[in-house]
């Protein structure tokens, strides 16, 4: 097999947003990250598909960025009709505490409504969502390396467990099925 390669980091995740001055005002406005580079074109460069659109490019600390494309369908970064709201979210790092509070101060001052500190045990988070429908997570690193480090140990342990009640539970009537995979109000406030 021919040889892997390094996968440095993230350079963009991409989304449909409803508008583009909507989405650059909240992204850039509001969370402070400028806009870096736009995209405009009448055909996809990958598919050659007709579908004019701007793509907009937000710049986060590290050089990396996250996207969006206006295709002026005013439609948002929804997925599907039956995907819990609490799954499909991109989640920004900031260094404290003081740093999240001040976020979500900012952001509620703006009218948007925040949850959380949500404490994680290895992050400490505030979820909100963007005028497109997309969830947004600021969080701040506060494991010890004791507890990565276990963590890590743990994993593939835990994992198989869950394979193992997954399988078990699919076996058990639907109606329990649900109860135990989707959308629990204690698992939608806990993510
Ligand atoms: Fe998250």
């Not at 599907?80 to 505490?97: G, L, N």
């Amino acid at each position: 097999m021919t040889k892997t390669v390094t996968l440095k980091g993230l350079n963009h995740v991409a989304w449909r947003c409803i508008d583009a001055e909507q989405t650059r005002h909240f992204y850039e406005d509001i969370l402070g990250l400028p806009l870096a580079h736009i995209v405009k074109s009448d055909h996809v460069p990958s598919t050659g598909e007709y579908a004019p659109y701007c793509h907009l490019f937000f710049e986060f600390a590290d050089n990396s960025y996250l996207a969006f494309f206006d295709i002026r369908d005013n439609k948002g970064a929804t997925l599907s009709e039956d995907m819990p709201r609490w799954i499909h979210h991109f989640a920004m790092e900031v260094d404290t505490m003081e740093e999240v509070l001040t976020m979500k101060k900012r952001l509620e001052d703006a009218g948007i409504e925040v949850l959380g500190v949500t404490d994680h045990h290895f992050i400490q988070s505030i979820y909100f969502f963007d005028p497109n429908g997309l969830r947004l997570e600021i969080t701040m690193r506060s494991e010890t390396r004791e507890y990565m480090e276990e963590a890590k140990q743990k994993a593939h342990a835990q994992l198989a467990e869950w394979n193992k009640d997954k399988k078990a539970a699919a076996k058990l009537p639907p109606e329990t099925h649900r109860e135990n995979f989707c959308t629990g109000r204690a698992v939608s406030s806990a993510f």
